[in-house]
Each structure stands twice: as C-alpha cells, then as structure tokens.
C-alpha cells in the first residue's frame, strides 16, 4: 500500500488522524503527516476510512503491484 497526502489540499482538518491515529499525525502547522515509517500503512485497515474521512480527499491510497 501507497498513501499519498496532497499537502496543497489538505485543510488540517484533522480526520485522518482521527480515523487511523496509527498511521497520520499532525505536523507543527496542523497539517496531516504520516508517522515515520507508516509510510506504507502498516497493514492498517483504517487508512481507507481515513481517505474516505477526509473533507476535501487528500489522501490517496494505492495498492502496491508486486
Ligand atoms: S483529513 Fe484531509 S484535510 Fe484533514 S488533516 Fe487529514 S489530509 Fe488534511
């Protein structure tokens, strides 16, 4: 798994962190971060609620190919 946050877009709402607390986090400025090494999602099923969470749809998760 892939996450990519578009950090142009995201508002800070906060959601993501909310919705998968073991995998985003917020940086100094509010704006959503993934924790070091959760780059991946670490197996995390509540990364996709937090894709789907998110107000303006920053977030994109891909499925890695092999
Ligand atoms: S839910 Fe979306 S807008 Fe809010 S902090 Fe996360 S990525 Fe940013």
Known sequence: ???DI???VCIGAGQ???AAPGVFTQDDDGYST????????A????VREAA???PVSA?????STG
């Open 52 to 54: 789907r969470a998110c």
């Open 16 to 18: 993501c962190a909310l």
């Open 34 to 41: 993934l924790l070091p090494g959760r780059e991946d999602g």
């Open 6 to 8: 578009d950090k142009d």
């Open 1 to 3: 798994m892939h996450i």
């Open 59 to 63: 977030i994109t998760v891909r499925d």
């Open 43 to 46: 197996g995390d099923a509540n």
